[in-house]
């Protein structure tokens, strides 16, 4: 069964720095991309930052800037670090990796992490 391990987040003053980590763990034939969403108090998921197939990285316009993701290809780990965090970023912060399995190599599907809460308050 394939698990997603996410670390990090917890309460953060603003102007603070957070930092996120999650590694990938199963029968896993190979991740595609690899990155973390977020969703707020009544907003809808969206995207933070991605890795992408040949390790181009997209950002959100909101976290642009101020993020940097880096991937471990070895260890199956994406890290975020967000500098300068707002009240706004507060958030339950989802690891996402899309990936096949080796009982089916060419499939590949979405999974997720439970979540971890990053909360931006003094």
């Known amino acids: 069964q394939v698990q997603l391990a996410e670390s990090g987040g917890g309460l953060v003053q603003p102007g603070g720095t957070l930092r996120l980590s999650c590694a990938a763990s199963?029968?896993?034939?190979?991740?595609?991309?690899m990155g973390w969403y977020r969703q707020a108090p009544g907003k809808q998921r969206e995207l933070v930052a991605i890795?992408?197939?040949?390790?181009?990285?997209n950002y959100a316009d909101s976290v642009k800037g101020r993020s940097t993701i880096s991937r471990n290809y070895v260890e199956n780990r994406v890290q975020l670090q967000m500098n300068s965090l707002k009240l706004e970023d507060t958030a339950v912060y989802y690891c996402?990796?899309?990936?096949?399995?080796?009982?089916?190599?060419?499939?590949?599907?979405?999974?997720w992490g439970q979540g971890t809460q990053v909360t931006v308050s003094s």
């Open positions: 996402n990796a899309r990936l096949s399995l080796v009982t089916a190599p060419v499939v590949r599907n979405d999974y």
């Open positions: 199963g029968p896993i034939f190979g991740i595609y991309e």
């Open positions: 890795v992408l197939s040949g390790g181009r990285t």
